[in-house]
């Protein structure tokens, strides 16, 4: 942020996938999200320069959690900046589900519960049940789609109330 704005009043909207900040109602950065532990400060930063702290995995489950790919460490990530209590067992639940469910399930449960800041095994587990009937989270303002099941169709005149012959 510029030096003159210390100590000022900002306005910070920040989206799925753009962070904007205002001051006096002028923008002056625009820039988009980043994890934790990660900077960002628009064109006042140079990109090559951002430091990203890179996750090292001490326990065979945090090994094995991690082998899941990038919606795993994204989900580890958030998990720990929210301070998630018994990480370790809950990795290690996650994990066990594979077995029981496919990989590519897992991990887009994984996903899901990032997006939603869920970040319990039963939670994952509650999302791989739940199965396909889920929507897809959407922007606002975008059309939601979901898959309903047939059902049959009946007129108005079904429900009409018959007494003695008038309506």
């Known amino acids: 942020m510029p030096k003159s704005l210390v100590g000022e009043c900002v306005d910070v909207q920040a989206t799925e996938d753009k962070v904007v900040i205002r001051h006096a109602g002028a923008e002056v950065i625009r820039h988009d999200p980043v994890g934790p532990g990660e900077v960002a400060c628009g064109d006042l930063v140079d990109p090559d320069r951002r430091p990203t702290r890179g996750i090292r995995p001490r326990t065979a489950a945090e090994i094995a959690f991690l082998g899941l790919g990038p919606a795993a460490e994204a989900f580890l990530r958030s998990a720990a900046a929210a301070g998630t209590l018994r990480l370790e067992h809950e990795l290690t639940g996650i994990v066990e589900l594979v077995a029981v469910w496919s990989r590519e399930a897992v991990i887009g449960a994984l996903e899901r519960a990032t997006r939603f800041r869920r970040f319990k095994a039963s ?28 059902v049959p169709v009946r007129s108005l005149s079904a429900y009409a109330l018959v007494q003695g012959g008038l309506l």
């Open 123 to 150: 939670d994952v587990r509650a999302i791989l049940e739940a199965g396909p009937g889920l929507p897809k989270a959407v922007r606002a303002g975008q059309q939601l789609v979901l898959d309903l099941p047939m």
